[in-house]
């Protein structure tokens, strides 16, 4: 194999991992905003533009790294 090839293999599983985290951050942000808030877990909920800050960081390194491999 070519360093070309590995690097562009390397780099799509980057963009699938990153991908995957930021839907698994947003599910998780859209599944706390659907409890009632009288039955929410007050510590779980603190901070849910941290959900925010990691989906679209997450996003944006999958997509950087999809335009990468694509451009390789």
Avoid: C, D, H, T
């Avoid at 090839?5 to 995957?20: K, P, Q, T």
């Avoid at 839907?23 to 942000?29: A, I, R």
């Avoid at 959900?51 to 990468?68: P, Q, T």
């Amino acid at each position: 194999m070519e360093l070309r090839e590995i690097l562009r293999a390397l780099l799509w599983i980057v963009a699938a991992s990153s991908f995957g985290l930021s839907v698994l951050s947003f599910f998780s942000l859209f599944k706390m905003k659907s409890v009632p808030k009288k039955k929410r877990n007050l510590m779980e909920y603190q901070k849910p533009q941290q959900y925010i800050s990691l989906g679209a960081g997450a996003m944006a390194i999958a997509v950087v790294a999809g335009l990468i491999a694509l451009w390789i």
